[in-house]
């Protein structure tokens, strides 16, 4: 089999490790390559979209599923679409929404697999009102550590257990999703600029009453009382009927980052000038506004690589959520007083959590945000973090972690002895492991 | 595995009752995650005292092995011994001695000792410790140079050839795994007031053991580079390497 050993890092350009990279053509090659494992095991690996380290495989084997990127027709009764877990939603919405469906969830980018989507039980601006992905998936095959193809449904405990599941249960080959119909490839949106924290928060309870979605940009560099002041919107796909060629969907790719930019860029100041520009860039209040769904979606899409913007020194993203609104502002705060400074924040409230066990979003609010890695006194900083997460039941994204303690993971995910047992019967000789599994000794 | 911070979990340390890698075990520890510490030592007492230290700062897995680094086979035997478990994300090399000068002149034999520990032992040990860590795909190799590896002074130049020849290895060793995600930090401190050096009178820019520590600490996450400490030595050096030999010559150093 041709493999390459190739360096690989997450998104966010951290601890980079070395494994051999192969791209089987075959679920009969896969199974293959899964059965012949050496001791470091296998994973999966689609677009380097997570932030850390949840698809590198250091002196193993990582599979490129490029090769299985099918996209099946969608059923135009049931709306089922059946896809190649190398298939990416880019690719899927480009193929789909001219005849009229959406994915039912959407994370930040198009740029992410299928089976990584499933992996990470991706959330989008709507889960408040649909839940992560992993409710919209009805079927999914996946080779298994003896090299077995399986059929699993939401009725498995291996679904439940491959959802979100990192990739650790087996590799995902196809994936059937429940696609949305639209008729139009627009939304109309809300957008409310906020003075504060707390306003934005209530303008996002508020906006998600009556939107299907929403998220607000919140400014973390903003000094005194205007820290967490932001930009919400929100939006619903709009009917389109006075839209020319309503259906119409090619988003451009505007520039791409160079390889070699030198860290420190994006410098406190210079993004709090930033913070400043957008925020005051944008309306006070404005309601209705047609906008293109690439752009409501995907906004960083358009900027290709944008995470070289970091410099060579990457960036890591911190992502939690919890039932506590007031975790919120404690984070912030915790972030602030340790002299760390957040470049960009996303605030945004989840609806009720999914049944997958190891799945992130539960009930209350999610906050991420982008820090460079050569922060100085980041580590304990985000360590203080951890505990205050903890302490109000809430937990830290797993897809984006690159840096948390073994025993935190214990105390966020309850559910975690449960998927252990899982994963040990469909995979009992260990094959599937990931320099994030070896980290967190999942 | 090292996370994006730069706090390993595993780190393995030949040499282990050098006072440097006391204080970098320590350093490494404050950053939370080190779960695992194996040390390897010629005098086993001095290593259970060190071993006792480590189980202080926390860390629950404290390994002890073997080392006598005029031997080759021994400290192939404590590498591969250490990598068997699981894992390591750094390996200190941090074998070495300091040669008294005047007496290695009379008796040069006790050049060959030098030799044997500083570059054979410590240069064996790297190769060793990289061929592990590039099976493994990852990890960061730190490597004990000298300022005298770079410009041996008058005084000190028989331990400068060896850390000379020790550095060479380990910088083209570092070229040499690019791409590999093992990288090699070699650091060139300058005096650092150890109890190697107890007995000498403390040179210009001279600094403590966890000077070098910190500096260790902030490089594991940049790849292969040379670490100075204090930095101010790097330019010091360079002029020094190139000052005319007679001027040099007379300089009192």
């Known amino acids: ?442 | 595995m090292i996370n994006a911070l730069g706090a390993p979990q595993s780190v393995l340390v030949l040499g282990a009752t050098s006072d440097i890698a006391a204080a970098t075990v320590t350093r490494l520890a404050a950053g939370g995650r080190l779960h695992k510490v194996v040390l390897a030592a010629r005098d086993p007492d001095a290593l259970s005292l060190v071993a006792e230290q480590v189980q202080a700062l926390g860390v629950p897995e404290v390994v002890q092995l073997p080392l006598e680094a005029r031997d080759p086979r021994s400290v192939e035997a404590a590498v591969s011994a250490a990598f068997a478990g699981a894992d390591i994300d750094v390996v200190l090399v941090a074998i070495g001695m300091l040669p008294d000068q005047q007496r290695t002149l009379a008796r040069p034999e006790l050049a060959v000792c030098a030799a044997q520990v500083n570059f054979i032992g410590a240069g064996v040990a790297a190769l060793h410790a990289a061929n592990a860590l590039r099976r493994q795909g990852h990890g960061v190799l730190v490597v004990l140079s000298s300022a005298a590896a770079e410009r041996p002074r008058r005084s000190n130049f028989v331990y400068g050839a060896t850390k000379a020849g020790l550095d060479a290895l380990c910088t083209g060793l570092g070229d040499e795994l690019h791409g590999t995600g093992v990288s090699v930090v070699v650091v060139r401190p300058g005096f650092v007031r150890t109890k190697m050096t107890a007995h000498l009178p403390a040179a210009p820019l001279a600094i403590t053991p966890e000077a070098v520590a910190e500096a260790i600490a902030t490089h594991l996450t940049v790849g292969s580079c040379t670490v100075w400490v204090p930095r101010t030595l790097r330019p010091v050096l360079s002029v020094l390497r190139h000052l005319p030999r007679p001027v040099f010559r007379r300089l009192p150093v």
């Not at chain 1, 959330?123 to 077995?148: C, F, I, P, W, Y």
């Not at chain 1, 930019?261 to 410098?267: A, F, K, Q």
């Not at chain 1, 906050?367 to 809430?394: F, H, K, Q, W």
């Not at chain 1, 449960?418 to 599937?432: K, L, M, Y």
């Open chain 1, 1 to 442: 089999m041709a493999e390459r050993a190739e360096l690989l890092s997450g998104w966010g350009r951290t601890a980079p490790t070395c494994a051999f990279v192969f791209r089987p053509r075959t679920t009969a090659e896969l199974a293959a390559a899964v059965a012949t494992a050496g001791p470091r095991g296998v994973l999966a690996r689609g677009l380097g979209r997570s932030y850390g380290d949840a698809a590198q495989n250091a002196g193993g084997w990582v599979l490129d599923l490029a090769h299985f990127d099918s996209i099946g027709p969608v059923d135009p009764a049931s709306g089922q679409v059946t896809c190649g877990a190398g298939a990416s939603i880019d690719a899927l919405l480009r193929r789909t929404v001219r005849e009229g469906w959406f994915v039912p969830v959407s994370p930040g980018t198009r740029q992410v697999t299928l089976g990584g989507a499933v992996a990470a039980d991706v959330h989008g601006k709507n889960h408040h009102r649909d839940g992560s992905l992993g409710a919209h998936v009805t079927r999914l095959e996946l080779v298994d550590g003896q090299g077995e193809l399986r059929t699993l449904t939401p009725a498995d405990e291996l679904f439940r257990a491959t959802v979100a599941g990192l990739g650790l249960t087996g590799v995902i080959t196809t994936v059937s999703l429940q696609m949305i119909p639209i008729s139009s490839a627009w939304l109309a949106v809300d957008t409310r600029r906020t003075a504060d924290l707390e306003e934005t928060m209530s303008a996002l309870a508020d906006l998600d009453a009556r939107r299907r979605y929403s998220v607000a940009w919140i400014d973390c560099l903003a000094g005194g009382t205007a820290v967490g002041r932001g930009v919400v919107t929100a939006g619903d796909h709009l009917a389109g009927d006075d839209i020319d060629d309503p259906l119409a969907f090619a988003p451009k790719q505007r520039a791409s980052v160079p390889a070699l930019v030198p860290s420190g860029v994006l410098g406190r100041r210079r993004m709090a000038l930033f913070n400043e520009a957008f925020h005051r860039a944008a309306p006070r209040s404005a309601d209705n506004v047609p906008t293109r769904g690439a752009a409501f979606f995907h906004p960083l899409d358009a900027l290709d690589r944008w995470n070289r913007l970091y410099g060579t020194g990457g960036f890591v993203q911190y992502q939690f959520a919890s039932p506590d609104p007031a975790s919120i502002r404690a984070v912030l705060e915790a972030l602030r007083i340790a002299g760390v400074s957040a470049l960009l924040g996303v605030l945004k409230r989840f609806g009720p959590g999914g049944d997958a066990h190891l799945s992130f979003p539960l009930a209350g609010w999610t906050l991420a945000v982008d820090i460079p890695a050569r922060t100085a006194g980041l580590g304990p900083a985000l360590d203080a973090a951890d505990r205050l997460v903890v302490e109000s039941g809430g937990r830290v994204y797993l897809a984006k972690d690159a840096r948390m303690a073994p025993d935190t993971v214990e105390a966020m995910y309850p559910r975690l002895a449960d998927w252990r047992a899982v994963r040990a019967a469909a995979d009992p000789r260990g094959v599937f492991t990931s320099d994030l599994a070896r980290r967190l000794r999942l």
